[in-house]
């Protein structure tokens, strides 16, 4: 079979460097394989670095829902879904002698492996310069299969278009996460005092929770005992509540996950305590911005705790102050 010949020679100059922003700084690319493997795409020393023509960093593709009518005119928009996400990444990889760029291919395909048990998704986060991150978890589709052409590859350098998928098109920031709890007193409320309890049943009206993304974000909620029947938790911002119809020792807690596809509700002990949430009630999800929740529970008591944490999402992987 035909043997490729490599000329010996210095590598090519590197290819141009993506503009940067005013500060003077790029955005910070990294992707941290399923096996953990951690490669800076932008770390041109490394022998990594992002070219011009990335794609799929900002808003989603959507899919939108018509109604038709007979008698009229045109349709109606019923609904909108945002799509799986695709993302590009042209990749330059060198290095000093072949065998240490052949040695970094090796070991950005072995990251990029999407097939378990070594490979399977992994994680694209972007940060800026302000040192704010997004992440996404995508999956490699295509791009690394090896191109010796000329203008594709030289004997200490090649580049390949990779093409990622995402099954969520949503970015994640930092989780947020807060608690409040009677201590010792129930008159007061941690972390935030304002916060007043009316009565012995009443707790958290009003309270403001600001989620930092720009799209619906998902909540997991913890309730920790003691507290009776029939706690209410109310989204006033979307007009939406959840009734937990079960009473809580102390020391017994319950966890609501309201992330889609891993909807659930379990007691302390990992047993499922779906069957507790009240008919109608609704696993909603924090709007973007401000968000005002209503908190209503009996029972109350030193030790009783709310806990919240939440993944903000956003439909960018950057977006600066708005």
Same mark, same amino acid.
């Given at each position: 079979?035909?043997?490729?010949?490599?000329?010996? *020679?210095?590598?090519?100059?590197?290819?141009?460097?993506?503009?940067?922003?005013?500060?003077?700084?790029?955005? !910070?690319?990294?992707?941290?394989?399923?096996?953990?493997?951690?490669?800076?795409?932008?770390?041109?020393?490394?022998?990594?670095?992002?070219?011009?023509?990335?794609?799929?960093?900002?808003?989603?593709?959507?899919?939108?829902?018509?109604?038709?009518?007979?008698?009229?005119?045109?349709?109606?928009? &019923?609904?909108?879904?945002?799509?799986?996400?695709?993302?590009?990444?042209?990749?330059?990889?060198?290095?000093?002698?072949?065998?240490?760029? !052949?040695?970094?291919?090796?070991?950005?395909?072995?990251?990029?492996?999407? #097939?378990?048990?070594?490979?399977?998704?992994?994680?694209?986060?972007?940060?800026?310069?302000?040192?704010?991150?997004?992440?996404?978890?995508?999956?490699?589709?295509?791009?690394?299969?090896?191109?010796?052409?000329?203008?594709?590859?030289?004997?200490?350098?090649?580049?390949?278009?990779?093409?990622? &998928?995402?099954?969520?098109?949503?970015?994640?920031?930092?989780?947020?996460?807060?608690?409040?709890?009677?201590?010792?007193?129930?008159?007061?409320?941690?972390?935030?005092?304002? /916060?007043?309890?009316?009565?012995?049943?009443?707790?958290?009206? *009003?309270?403001?929770?600001?989620?930092?993304?720009?799209?619906?974000?998902?909540?997991?909620?913890?309730?920790? *005992?003691?507290?009776? &029947?029939? &706690? /209410?938790? #109310?989204?006033?911002?979307?007009?939406?509540?959840?009734?937990?119809?079960?009473?809580?020792?102390?020391?017994?807690?319950?966890?609501?996950?309201?992330?889609?596809?891993?909807?659930?509700?379990?007691?302390?002990?990992?047993?499922?305590?779906?069957?507790?949430?009240?008919? *109608?009630?609704?696993?909603?999800?924090?709007?973007?911005?401000?968000?005002?929740?209503?908190?209503?529970?009996?029972?109350?008591?030193?030790?009783?705790?709310?806990?919240?944490?939440?993944?903000?999402?956003?439909?960018?992987?950057?977006?600066?102050?708005?």
């Amino acid at each position: 079979m035909p043997i490729l010949y490599h000329p010996p *020679g210095p590598p090519p100059p590197a290819p141009p460097v993506p503009a940067t922003d005013d500060a003077g700084a790029p955005p !910070v690319v990294t992707w941290t394989g399923a096996g953990g493997q951690t490669i800076r795409l932008t770390d041109d020393v490394s022998g990594y670095l992002l070219m011009p023509g990335v794609r799929g960093m900002e808003l989603p593709e959507f899919t939108h829902y018509e109604r038709e009518s007979g008698a009229l005119d045109g349709s109606i928009i &019923t609904g909108s879904r945002a799509l799986a996400r695709e993302i590009y990444l042209p990749v330059y990889v060198h290095g000093r002698t072949r065998a240490e760029a !052949v040695k970094r291919r090796g070991r950005l395909a072995l990251a990029m492996n999407p #097939r378990p048990p070594h490979g399977g998704p992994g994680v694209l986060e972007v940060a800026d310069r302000s040192g704010a991150r997004r992440r996404i978890i995508a999956r490699y589709v295509s791009g690394m299969a090896g191109d010796e052409g000329t203008d594709l590859a030289g004997a200490y350098w090649c580049t390949y278009g990779i093409t990622l &998928t995402a099954e969520s098109p949503y970015w994640e920031l930092d989780a947020m996460r807060r608690t409040w709890r009677i201590e010792g007193s129930p008159q007061r409320w941690l972390p935030l005092p304002p /916060l007043r309890v009316r009565g012995s049943n009443v707790i958290g009206e *009003g309270m403001d929770i600001t989620n930092p993304g720009s799209a619906d974000s998902w909540p997991v909620w913890r309730l920790r *005992g003691p507290m009776g &029947t029939g &706690t /209410l938790m #109310r989204s006033r911002t979307l007009g939406e509540e959840l009734v937990f119809d079960r009473a809580l020792a102390d020391g017994e807690a319950v966890t609501i996950d309201t992330r889609p596809r891993r909807k659930s509700v379990r007691d302390h002990n990992g047993a499922n305590a779906f069957r507790h949430l009240r008919r *109608g009630s609704r696993l909603w999800p924090l709007a973007p911005g401000p968000n005002t929740v209503d908190v209503v529970l009996s029972g109350a008591a030193d030790g009783t705790a709310l806990e919240l944490e939440v993944v903000p999402l956003d439909v960018t992987a950057i977006r600066g102050d708005v």
